[in-house]
T-cell receptor, first 115, second 114 residues
């Protein structure tokens, strides 16, 4: 069965420091991969997605993620975080079925920014 | 601007009452989804609809019902049979034609049942 693991419930990073949020998945083939961000009390906003092709994906707000098939991972990175990046981040994995898919969600990682 | 509108933002109900959450989209998307979010958990799928007048149960459909009479609208009813209805509810949509597309989300409705 598909599963998604975000091992870190909370991460605290100093403003200006680099960030890496981990996402590991269990799926037999290459899935569709997504990172979303959620501010408190709000909906989710897509940061980036991977469907196929180049395994390093650029997203909005200066984020990037790298699909590593051998490690079943899709970690999210940012070279220098800003206080406005404080939010909860969700990784999601979809089993492709043509252009359709159903998503399995990680439990989320809450990012705290130290001034 | 196109988007998904969920209303109301906050909803309070007494136990034993049914309540309906609204979700409207003007993105011309065929597929619409309802998710439930609880603290410390990922999103869990309640119902989804790929086309008007058709919908399927998700992982936690018990105690919920939906309708899809119009492409733009996908209301969710939380019935009195739902044992623990207090949660944050998120509606989403996506295009299911052509290339693969991601989900777009509304801003959610927080339901509190006492």
């Amino acid at each position: 069965a598909q599963s998604v693991t975000q091992p870190d419930i909370h991460i605290t990073v100093s403003e200006g420091a680099s960030l890496e949020l981990r996402c590991n998945y269990s799926y037999g083939a290459t899935p569709y991969l997504f990172w979303y961000v959620q501010s408190p009390g709000q909906g989710l906003q897509l940061l980036l997605k991977y469907f196929s092709g180049d395994t390093l994906v650029q997203g909005i707000k200066g984020f990037e993620a790298e699909f590593k098939r051998s490690q079943s991972s899709f970690n999210l990175r940012k070279p220098s975080v800003h206080w406005s990046d404080a939010a909860e981040y969700f990784c999601a994995v979809g089993a492709p079925s043509g252009s359709n898919y159903q998503l399995i969600w990680g439990a989320g990682t809450k990012l705290i920014i130290k001034p | 601007d196109g988007g998904i509108t969920q209303s109301p933002k906050y909803l309070f109900r007494k136990e034993g009452q049914n309540v309906t959450l609204s979700c409207e989209q003007n993105l011309n998307h065929d597929a619409m989804y309802w998710y439930r979010q609880d603290p410390g958990q990922g999103l869990r799928l309640i119902y989804y609809s790929q086309i008007v007048n058709d919908f399927q149960k998700g992982d936690i459909a018990e105690g919920y019902s939906v309708s899809r009479e119009k492409k733009e609208s996908f209301p969710l009813t939380v019935t009195s049979a739902q044992k623990n209805p207090t949660a944050f509810y998120l509606c989403a949509s996506r295009s299911s034609r052509g290339d693969v597309s991601p989900l777009h989300f509304g801003n959610g409705t927080r339901l509190t049942v006492t």
